[in-house]
Each structure stands twice: as structure tokens, then as C-alpha cells.
């Protein structure tokens, strides 16, 4: 094939993941052209039918999320008692879910808006389906503290507002703090990932072929011309967003640990908890993208842009993430040592041998002792070790939470009241559920929308920077 | 390989890239003032007629201080490696040479160790038995197991900062690119083991001078606190070396730049962890965790908690935050001094306030944590709570803090003059010279 100026060719397999100091990396292969990148992406949405696979997916999923909300349907009806949730152990599965997935919600912002800071250019292959896993996983963790109410017809008590009851919501109570934070998170992440899309979306309708699809893209990409004045208002919008979104994130992870830290209850009153909340954010972030970016890739045909390198870092930083995480593990475990204090040397022999056991191990070892395979370069270039362990760690950050909410508050300062938690079939269920409601709109996600970011990807292609040295392997 | 004397030339000339007799110079500068203001430190400290109990709290929070600033400077040089970073080349050298202080540092420590029964409760096993919590802690509170873990705190500290730059100064010589990339290999390990290191530290010399109290997050802090010293005496330290005619065109208002951002982030990060920690505990009101800052809430400790928390993070989060202030040199070496100044001053309020526990009445108060008041305590132990404020007290901390930093800054010039101020030969070199933010 011939190639235009400045365009550059590596093979489709290329091995990118070696180390040279001096070129540049490669972070696109086959035919870098900007052509092709668009190509490789909106053919995708353009096509008349979706890979065979992606529909088993879908209805898999579909069926899973009509469960959720037929149980939601069935708890609502009947009441709360359907959860295994009694005294003293109110919180249960929902509280857990709700905390497991509004920590998957602070992730794809926060890697999307810090890679973008520390100008990590590989970040373009990745960001777009970060910043999507956010905006869907809020929309499962939203789902059960607005069911876990009791009356969710109620649950705009939360919100203040004058009435003639001269009701006013107590804002000494974190559960405020967290709704207003989960709330203010949501309008962020979304216009975060929205305006990310601007210019591809409009790059959709200029190739739209039938009135339908041109309106729609249209009317979505709000004239988006592509002007020098849009794309420098444009660039400052996303960094400023970027910035905010970068700090909110830490204030709301931060918030959502306060829910349990503002306690007494040893287990739940740590001081770490904020920063623990805001790296497994970012932790169970990356193993979601390390888990999700082999199938994407796979199924719709962009091992181009999601190239070997692109998840050879993103294992690295769950690595990171995850020794941090096993870090905060071990000085709970040294601190409640070191307190001297028996019953917070008690909740952790408790975590550990006590009715919930399998929870506290696998917590340690899913999220401490098996991403540490990840220091080996072969597992993180071979697709069935890398991406199980991102699977692990979802499990483990999911055991984590179970940890924290149920083997603290069954096993409190008063034996007579301690009373074993037996989840119910519903509260599986609906965790189950949850999992069918991301995945569905996952689906939908890669079917519809642009699933790698073009505009950005084009960005960093050696002809945007004539000026750079070559990349390594490229074409002298 | 490119010539190492090619790269010179194009680098410079030998008098801008070395030190040469300049280094001596200082050396012995600094070596002077360090040695006579410990001496002086010393002196006055002998005359509070206190057992030189506040002496060792000086000296303990101004060695705490040149610790951070070497502990941040090699976590900075291994922070470099591990992310490929570029833009930092130009400064790595210098980063190296701060990080090579932790021989004289433990040299430095010597004099603590005679002061240990002062500093440190847990040294006596009677104060121990007091109360069952404190009991329960003999397994690790005791001074055989404290020696261990700080032997081996030296051993990785030494054993890491003398490979960076041991091979960061045989790339000068022998321009192997192999050197860089075994130092990005081996900088996942050694960062992780920095990084438990300063905590760990953090919890024994810090967190043990109050045996009762305990915060989760407490290692961590203190590893914040750290962290941001290497971001201000690195602007500080290439200003100096410019201001004599070396590294001239070599680190720019971009370099600069970066580096403001990063204290500027530091700063902030500090906040975040102080924040959570003061807030969780005020908030559950648990005894054994108020302790901490009842007492920096008495007399004149409160008013050095408000002007830290305004001086540490409300007037550099507006004042930090226009780009010229991280650009234009006066401005940024005004906010380095800044937060220097307010680093220590965080450190001095974690220490000091515990110069009462350091007396017989002031442990028995400890002890009893349950029923621990400090606005009940007895006049005479909460004047002593407050004896680190007093002018003479004060005198003997600054002349400590003076002291110890010309050792550490001799030192650091001693090892600075051995070889080029840049890393000469690193290939990242050119990128690094002509980086720009965007």
C-alpha cells in the first residue's frame, strides 16, 4: 500500500510493548493513517448488523437487567424483608453493591481525566470506554440506595427543599454528603464523556448516509464545525474539566468512605478510609478496563488502536493500584495491632477466622497476591492471564466491601446483639442483575456510540508531530 | 553511542556543567555553619536546665526535616525511572545528590540515641505495664525490635540511593544505555520499598512519641509531608547553581513550571490526608484518638494550628495557582521558601506538643488515656506543654534546623562536585532541555 506523506506503517501484530529510550512508542499499528482510524471505528456503528457474538451478549445481559428490576418490582411491592437484611445488619447486598459499583464510577473519569493531565498519550485508546464504564456503573450503583430507602417513593426526602412539615435533612449525616456528592459526580462524569465525544460525533454525521442518522448525530454533535475557535474553546473546556473532575472525583470516593469512617465501630472508623476508597476506586477502575479491553478489541476488530501497549500499561498501573491497595490493607492490619485495643485487634481476627472468612482472604488475595503476577511481562502480554486477573480484582474489591459492611457491623461492641447475615436469593439476584444492567448498556455503548476516541487518537499520530523523533520500528 | 565530549559541547561549557572548586567552596561553607550552630544549639540548649529534653526534641524534629528532604528526593529519582518521566532529566543529578545523604544522616542520628528515653515513653517497660493497651504493645514497642527496624530502614535507604546514582554516574562515563534501562527496571521494587520506608518511618519516630495514640492514616501523612520537600529545594537548589553561572539554558521556566506544579500538588495532597484524618476524628470524638489534637488545641498550639492549615494549604491553593507564579524564578523560590517554612513548621507541630509526655507526670496523664482531659491538666504540665514556644526553646530548634540543613547541604555539595550536574550521557537528555508545557 501506498502511503501518504508522513504516514507511517508498522504491521498490525507489531510487538509495541518493547523499550526505546529514545523513539517515541508506537501507538497504533497497521496503516496509521487518519483515514483508517476513522474507518476502524465508525464502521462499527455503521454497519447493518453487529458481530454475531455481541447479540448471545446482549440478551444474555438484557435478561439479567430484566431480573433486576423485576425483583426491584418484587421488593418494592412486598418490602425490605425479602433482603437478608436484619438487625443489626441493615445494609446488606445493597449497601454493598452500592459501594462496589459507585467505586467503578469513579474510575473511568479519574483514569480518563489524570492520564489526560499527565499527558500519557496512550490514554486515547482507552479513554473513551473508561469514561463509559462510569457513567454506566453510576447508573447501577444509583439503583440501590434508592431501593435500600424502603419506600423509594420517599427518596426525595433527601433532598432539601421547602415544605410545610418544616422538614429539613439532616446534614450531619454522611448519607447527605453522599447523595449530594454521587449527584454532582454524575452531572461531571457525564459532560465529561459527552463533550469527549463532540467531534467524533460529528465526524459520524458528516459520513451519515441516511437522513435519520444524520439528524440525529447532528442535532447530538450541537454544529460542532471543526473550526480553529471550536477546537481551541474546545481543548481548554476539556482540561478545565478535567481538572475539576480530577479533584471531585477524590472529594466524592473520599465522601463515600465518610458513610462508614464518621462511626465508632471498629472496622468501619479508620482514618485511611478515604484514601483506601479513592485507590480502589482507581484500582477496580483499571481492572475493568484490563478485563473489558481484550473482548472489545477482539470482537469489534481494533487491536490497532487498544495495541499490546496500551494494556501492557494499563496491567502496570493495576499493579500499581493494587500494591497500594494491599499497602492499606496491611497497615489496618499493623494499626489494630498496634492500637493495643482489644476489640480492634478482635474485628480483624474476626475478618479473618471469623463466620465470613472466605470474604477477608479472598479480598487479600484477589486484590493483593494475584495481580502481583502482573510483574511478569509475559502475563500481561498473554490475554487469558491478564485479563482473569482484572476479573479477580473485581471480585476481590466486591469481597472487600462485603468485608467492610457485613463482618464489622454482625460482630459490634455487644455480643447479645451479633446476628449472622444469610443473604437471600434475592439479594444474589439483584447483584446479578446489576451485572446484566452495566453489560447491556455496555453493549449498546459499543454498538451506537464511538467506542475509542478519534479525534484523539489521530492526535497523537507521528504525522500530528513532524517535528518528533521516529517511533520505534517505524519505517525510515 | 554519541560521544560524551560531543554532548558536551553541545551542553555547554566544563564550567557550566561542573562545580568544580565552586563546590569545595560551599562545602566548607555550609560544613562551618552547620558545626558551629549545632554547638551553639547544644549550648543553649544545656542552659533550660531541662536534661537537654528540649534540645532532643529540636534536634529529632530538625533531623526529621533533612530526612524528608532526602527521602523525597530519592523517591523523586526513582519516581523518574519508573514512569519513563523526560521532562525531569535535566534536575535528576540534582535530585541524586540530595538523595545521597543518608550515610550523614545516620551519622546524624547518633546523637539522638542517648535522648531516646526522653523522646520515647515506650522506652521504659515500667511506663509499658501501666495500662493493658499499652502492654499489649511490648511486641513491637521495645527498643531491641525498634533498633532492628531501623537497621534495616538504613540498609534499603543506603543500598537504594547509592545504585541510582552510582549507575546514574557510570552512564557519564561509559554512556551504556543498558545503565537507564536496569535503573527503570529495578525502580518498581525500589519505589515500593521507598515508599513503605518513609511510612514506616513516619510511624516509628513520629507516631511513637505518643504510645496511645493511633491513626490509620497517620504513616501516610506523614509520607505527604515528606514527599513535597524534594519540589521545593529543587527550584531552590538549580536557582543557586544558575545564579553561578551553570545549568544556564539547560532548565528553563518549563522546568520550573513543573516542578511549582508538583509542590503545588503536593501541597493540596498534604491537605487531603490532614483533612480526612482531623475530620474522622473529631467527628467519632473517640478519647484515645482526641488526644492527638486536644492538645495542639491548648494555648498558643492552636493558633500554630490555624496559621499551618492557612499557610500550608488555603493561601498557596489561590496564591499557587497562576501559571507566572510557578514560572517566574523570584516568585517560585518565594512560594519553595514557603512551603519549606510551613513543612517544617508541620513538623515541628507534630513533635513538640509531646515534650510533655517526656516527663514523669506528663506519662502517668498518657496512661490513663480513658480518662485523659488535657484542659484538666495540672499548671505546671501545661506551662511544659507549651515550653517549645518559649524564646529560648525556640532558639535551640532554629539553630538545630540550621545546623543539620548546611550538614545536609555540605554534604550534598560534596557529592555534586564528584561529577557533571546532568546526567551527560542519558539519551533523554536532548527531550528533556527541550521540553514545553502545553
Known amino acids: 500500500m501506498t502511503l501518504a506523506v508522513n504516514e507511517v506503517s508498522v504491521p498490525v501484530d507489531f510487538d509495541n510493548t518493547g523499550e526505546d529510550i529514545i523513539h517515541p512508542p508506537v501507538l497504533m499499528t497497521g496503516e496509521a493513517s487518519y483515514k483508517r482510524v476513522t474507518t476502524l471505528v465508525s464502521r462499527i456503528i455503521e454497519a447493518p448488523k453487529a458481530p454475531a457474538i455481541w447479540y448471545p451478549c446482549f440478551f444474555l445481559s438484557a435478561g439479567l437487567a430484566g431480573l433486576l428490576f423485576a425483583l426491584i418490582g418484587y421488593e418494592v ?16 447486598f445493597p449497601i454493598i453493591n452500592f459501594v462496589f459499583w459507585v467505586g467503578i464510577a469513579h474510575a473511568g473519569t479519574l483514569i480518563s481525566a489524570i492520564l489526560l493531565l499527565f499527558r500519557q498519550k496512550w490514554r486515547t485508546g482507552i479513554n473513551r470506554f473508561a469514561e463509559a464504564t462510569t457513567v454506566f456503573a453510576v447508573v447501577c450503583a444509583g439503583i440501590f440506595p434508592g431501593i435500600h430507602v424502603g419506600r423509594p417513593w420517599f427518596a426525595y426526602w433527601l433532598a432539601p427543599y421547602p415544605n410545610i412539615m418544616g422538614d429539613w435533612p439532616n446534614f450531619y449525616s454522611p448519607l447527605l454528603w453522599d447523595a449530594l456528592a454521587v449527584g454532582t459526580y454524575t452531572t461531571v462524569s457525564v459532560l465529561f464523556w459527552y463533550l469527549g465525544m463532540i467531534p467524533d460525533l460529528a465526524t459520524l454525521r458528516d459520513r451519515a448516509t441516511t437522513r435519520f442518522r444524520h439528524t440525529v448525530f447532528g442535532i447530538l454533535s450541537m454544529g460542532w464545525r471543526g473550526s480553529a475557535r471550536h477546537w481551541k474553546i474546545y481543548d481548554r473546556a476539556l482540561l478545565v474539566i478535567a481538572g475539576l473532575a480530577t479533584c471531585l472525583v477524590m472529594g466524592v470516593s473520599s465522601t463515600v468512605s465518610t458513610d462508614f469512617a464518621v462511626s465508632q465501630i471498629p472496622g468501619w472508623h479508620e482514618t485511611i478510609f478515604p484514601p483506601l476508597f479513592t485507590v480502589g476506586a482507581i484500582f477496580s477502575g483499571f481492572a475493568t478496563i484490563l478485563f473489558l479491553a481484550y473482548p472489545v478489541r477482539a470482537i469489534f476488530g481494533l487491536k490497532s488502536l487498544i495495541t499490546d501497549r496500551h494494556l501492557d500499561n494499563v496491567a502496570k498501573i493495576t499493579l500499581f493500584m493494587a500494591s497500594i491497595v494491599f499497602y492499606i490493607y496491611l497497615i489496618e492490619f499493623f494499626t489494630a495491632y498496634y492500637s493495643g485495643s482489644t476489640m480492634e485487634r478482635y474485628v480483624y481476627l474476626n475478618w479473618m477466622f471469623g463466620p465470613y472468612w472466605w470474604a477477608a482472604w479472598a479480598m487479600l488475595v484477589f486484590n493483593g497476591v494475584i495481580p502481583q503476577v502482573l510483574w511478569f511481562k509475559k502475563a500481561r502480554k498473554t ?5 482473569p486477573v482484572g476479573l479477580f480484582c473485581l471480585a476481590g474489591m466486591w469481597c472487600e466491601r462485603f468485608v467492610i459492611i457485613i463482618s464489622s457491623i454482625t460482630h459490634d461492641f455487644l455480643p447479645s446483639s451479633w446476628h449472622h447475615f444469610v443473604p437471600t436469593w434475592v439479594d444474589y439476584g439483584m447483584l446479578a442483575g446489576s451485572f446484566g444492567l452495566f453489560f447491556t448498556l455496555f453493549l449498546l455503548f459499543c454498538r451506537f456510540v464511538p467506542v475509542v476516541a478519534m479525534y484523539e487518537v489521530k492526535s497523537i499520530l507521528p504525522q500530528s508531530h513532524v517535528h518528533l523523533p521516529k517511533a520505534a520500528g517505524e519505517k525510515k | 553511542m554519541n560521544d560524551a565530549s560531543q554532548q558536551i559541547i553541545k551542553l555547554g561549557s566544563r564550567d557550566e556543567l561542573y562545580l568544580q572548586n565552586a563546590g569545595t567552596r560551599w562545602m566548607g561553607i555550609f560544613a562551618g555553619i552547620g558545626i558551629v550552630a549545632l554547638a551553639a544549639a547544644f549550648g543553649v540548649g544545656a542552659s533550660l536546665h531541662d536534661h537537654l529534653r528540649q534540645f532532643y526534641f529540636s534536634y529529632l524534629t530538625a533531623w526529621i526535616f533533612c530526612f524528608a528532604i532526602a527521602a523525597s528526593a530519592l523517591f523523586f529519582v526513582i519516581g523518574h525511572h519508573l514512569f519513563k518521566s523526560s521532562w525531569s532529566s535535566v534536575v535528576r543529578r540534582l535530585a541524586e545528590g540530595l538523595a545521597g545523604n543518608f550515610v550523614p544522616l545516620l551519622v546524624l542520628f547518633l546523637p539522638i540515641i542517648p535522648g531516646m528515653r526522653q523522646l520515647y515513653p515506650w522506652m521504659s517497660r515500667m511506663y509499658m505495664n501501666s495500662s493493658p493497651d499499652l502492654h499489649n504493645k511490648i511486641g513491637f514497642l521495645n527498643p531491641q525490635f525498634f533498633a532492628l527496624r531501623m537497621a534495616l530502614y538504613a540498609a534499603a535507604l543506603i543500598g537504594i540511593s547509592l545504585y541510582m546514582r552510582s549507575a546514574s554516574l557510570r552512564q557519564d562515563q561509559d554512556g551504556k544505555v543498558k545503565r537507564l534501562l536496569n535503573l527503570q527496571w529495578h525502580s518498581a521494587w525500589c519505589y515500593l520499598t521507598i515508599f513503605w520506608v518513609i511510612n514506616l518511618v513516619g510511624a516509628d519516630l513520629v507516631m511513637t512519641l505518643q504510645p496511645t495514640w493511633i491513626s490509620y492514616i497517620e504513616p501516610a501523612f506523614f509520607f505527604a509531608a515528606t514527599g513535597m520537600m524534594v519540589y521545593a529545594v529543587l527550584p531552590l537548589l538549580a536557582m543557586a547553581l544558575q545564579a553561578g553561572g551553570r545549568l544556564k539554558d539547560i ?80 516568585l517560585l523560590a518565594f512560594w519553595c521558601i514557603w512551603l519549606l517554612f510551613f513543612g517544617y513548621l508541620d513538623f515541628f507541630e507534630r513533635i513538640q506538643p509531646q515534650v510533655w509526655s517526656a516527663t514523669a507526670a506528663g506519662r502517668k496523664a498518657m496512661a490513663g488515656v480513658h480518662k485523659f482531659n488535657p484542659y484538666a491538666l495540672p499548671h505546671s504540665l501545661a506551662g511544659l506543654a507549651w515550653m517549645p514556644l518559649h524564646p529560648a526553646a525556640l532558639l535551640t530548634s532554629l539553630l538545630c534546623l540550621v545546623g543539620l540543613v548546611s550538614l545536609l547541604l555540605a554534604h550534598t555539595f560534596y557529592l555534586l562536585q564528584k561529577g557533571a550536574l546532568l546526567p551527560i550521557r542519558d539519551p533523554k537528555l536532548p527531550e528533556s532541555i527541550a521540553f514545553e508545557n502545553f
Not at chain 1, 77 to 92: E, H, I, K
Not at chain 2, 267 to 290: H, S, V
Request: neutral net charge; hydrophobic residues 50%.
Open chain 2, 251 to 330: 532548565i528553563t521556566a518549563e522546568h520550573y513550571e513543573d516542578m511549582g506544579r508538583w509542590l503545588y500538588a503536593w501541597a493540596m495532597f498534604w491537605t487531603y490526608l490532614g483533612f480526612a484524618q482531623y475530620m474522622l476524628i473529631w467527628y467519632a470524638n473517640k478519647p484515645d484518638e482526641t488526644m492527638n489534637y486536644l492538645i495542639r488545641d491548648m494555648g498558643p498550639w492552636v493558633i500554630i494550628t490555624i496559621v499551618l492549615f492557612l499557610g500550608h494549604f488555603i493561601i498557596p491553593l489561590f496564591g499557587m495557582l497562576p501559571r507566572q507564579c510557578k514560572r517566574v524564578k523570584p
Open chain 1, 383 to 387: 490475554w487469558w492471564i491478564a485479563a
Open chain 1, 77 to 92: 411491592f412486598t418490602g425490605v424483608g425479602v433482603w437478608g437484611n436484619n438487625s443489626p445488619q441493615g445494609w446488606g
